[in-house]
């Protein structure tokens, strides 16, 4: 009777043991299936979230970086979604594109699709392709880049410039239009050059080089370089001093020809210097004293 009464409870503990073995297992592969669909990118990568933090050797921040990444261990690691903070005198400047990689070796950042740099004072820079190197404090890039700050908007073909947009060389192709706050001018200024262009919006100047042309309502000025002169308060062109084959064009289709040309913009005077000559609608030619008018 005893006996029996063991066996059946033996065979009980087994069943029950078995039962218990049977659902665990069945655990497990269900969290197995789950983690291979939350996991697995495209390729079957597993994506982790990538974070990094780079310091100089002074303890200053230079750059934080994150974005999803299958490659967390290679030396180039591939980033979808990035999203960066370039550091420029503990200001930072941020910076987001759909891709991008971050090599190790070299301790550069790249990005790509879609990259928009924001600066804290309003400076943004838009582009398809950008390079950062956090320890020299600079943003590259060689293909067609925006940069817009105020009322200002600047469009070229390749960009050099720091990690907080104060200053921006333009390689070629360069465009620029101002839109001006003053009544006066009526249009905005647009401004273009072959290039280089070289803005520094600290000093609110831009130095354009090569085949420069200013225009607004009140006519053209061409010249081989000129330098232009922001005022940063009433939001419009201040001066333009132009250097080499200037020619001005106003709307009637009179021109004058010097070597130099100090343009007051902001009080509608033009000082001519160097040797000038004037061709008036009409066809006749006549000399002018330099000076101005």
């Not at 759909?98 to 400076?123: L, M, P, R, S």
């Not at 404090?137 to 105020?150: F, L, N, S």
């Not at 192709?173 to 101002?178: A, P, S, T």
């Not at 225009?215 to 002169?229: Q, T």
């Amino acid at each position: 009777m005893w006996k029996r009464a063991i066996l059946i409870c033996a065979i009980f503990i087994g069943l029950y043991t078995g039962l218990i073995q049977f659902q665990i297992f069945q655990g497990r592969l269900a969290n197995q299936r789950h983690l291979k669909q939350t996991d697995a990118g495209p390729a079957g990568h597993k994506v982790y979230v990538f974070s990094f933090s780079k310091y100089s050797v002074d303890g200053e921040k230079e750059l934080e970086i994150e974005g999803d990444s299958a490659n967390l261990l290679a030396k180039t690691v591939d980033l979808m979604n990035v999203v960066a903070k370039a550091y420029a005198q503990e200001v930072p400047v941020t910076i987001t594109a759909d891709e991008g990689y971050y090599d190790k070796t070299k301790e550069k950042v790249h990005f790509q699709k879609n990259v928009v740099a924001t600066t804290e004072d309003g400076a943004r820079l838009l582009t398809e392709s950008l390079d950062i190197v956090p320890s020299s404090r600079i943003m590259e890039t060689e293909v067609q880049t925006a940069v817009k700050k105020d009322n200002i908007n600047i469009d070229g073909v390749g960009a050099h410039g720091d990690s907080h947009l104060k200053k921006v060389k333009f390689k070629k192709n360069v465009k620029v239009v101002i839109q001006n706050q003053d009544a006066a001018a009526k249009t905005p200024t647009v401004i273009t050059c072959d290039g280089p262009l070289v803005i520094d919006y600290e000093k609110n100047i831009a130095h354009f080089r090569d085949n420069v042309i200013s225009e607004d309502a009140r006519g053209r000025l061409l010249a081989d370089k000129m330098d232009v002169y922001y005022n940063r308060e009433k939001k419009g062109v201040s001066k333009i001093i132009a250097i080499g084959n200037v020619i001005i064009e106003n709307p009637d289709g009179n021109r004058t020809y010097s070597d130099n040309v100090v343009y007051l913009a902001e009080e509608g005077r033009i000082i001519l210097g160097g040797d000038t000559e004037g061709l008036y609608y009409g066809g006749d030619t006549a000399s002018a004293v330099p000076g101005e008018f």
